[in-house]
């Protein structure tokens, strides 16, 4: 079956230390993105990429960073400057042929702590 | 003015009521909409998306309104199951990037 995969489910980490979150998917969709939800609060976007080799930058980016080398794959690097990087991370994708109408798939989270 | 609104509640229902969520967007041009359906802790998963005419599936129903910019979710006959957060998703126009904007979502709770 055809879909999005995070791992891990749940990371833990120590402050000051860099931790790259996985996602892959299977859908053969052309574009990816990476969303940030705080507890209670609705979802940000903080980096999305439509093709291999290239990315934008979403609304909250500062301390994140990203690559898309395959277009499967589009892993999420949190760095040490990311000030607050405990939340729940969401990767999605989608197709772009008729995008009006396409939504998005998500992948089921990682849940990341820093302490 | 946010470019999604919705009101977060939580509506609490008893079971077998219909509820009715709205979801506003400040731009007119926007070409689709979507609902989303979120348990505590999951991500979100599709429910619907709007056509211009409108659409049901089974007890849930989207209505689009262009002129008051709009969207909205009925569901009937609530179930418990039903209890989560609905987002709103609108895509913006001109948005082939799919920089899909989500509302902050609004929370239902059905009680026995």
């Known amino acids: 079956d055809g879909g999005i995969t995070q791992s891990p489910k749940y990371l833990f980490r120590k402050e000051g230390q860099n931790v790259t979150l996985s996602c892959e998917q299977n859908?053969?969709?052309?574009?990816m993105y990476w969303y940030r939800q705080d507890p209670g609060q609705g979802l940000r976007l903080i980096y999305y990429s439509q093709i291999v080799n290239d990315f934008q930058k979403g609304d909250i980016a500062e301390g994140y960073s990203v690559s898309r080398e395959k277009k499967e794959s589009f892993p999420l690097t949190v760095t040490s400057a990311q000030k607050n990087p405990t939340a729940f991370y969401l990767c999605?994708?989608?197709?772009?042929?008729?995008?009006?109408?396409?939504?998005?798939?998500f992948g089921n989270g990682t849940r990341l702590t820093v302490t | 003015r946010k470019e999604v609104e919705q009101d977060p509640g939580p509506f609490n229902v008893p079971e077998g009521a219909t509820v009715a969520f709205n979801c506003t967007y400040s731009n007119s041009a926007s070409q689709s909409f979507f609902w989303y359906r979120q348990d505590c802790r999951k991500e979100p998963k599709l429910l619907m998306s709007?056509?211009?005419s409108g659409n049901e599936d089974g007890r849930f129903t989207a209505q689009l309104n262009r002129a008051s910019q709009y969207i909205s979710l009925l569901i009937r006959d609530s179930k418990l199951s039903d209890s989560a957060t609905y987002l709103c998703?609108?895509?913006?126009?001109?948005?082939?990037?799919?920089?899909?904007?989500f509302g902050q979502g609004t929370t239902l709770q059905v009680k026995p």
């Open positions: 859908l053969n969709h052309d574009a």
């Open positions: 709007v056509y211009s």
């Open positions: 998703v609108v895509n913006p126009a001109g948005s082939n990037t799919g920089k899909l904007i």
């Open positions: 999605a994708s989608r197709r772009l042929l008729r995008a009006y109408n396409s939504p998005l798939h």
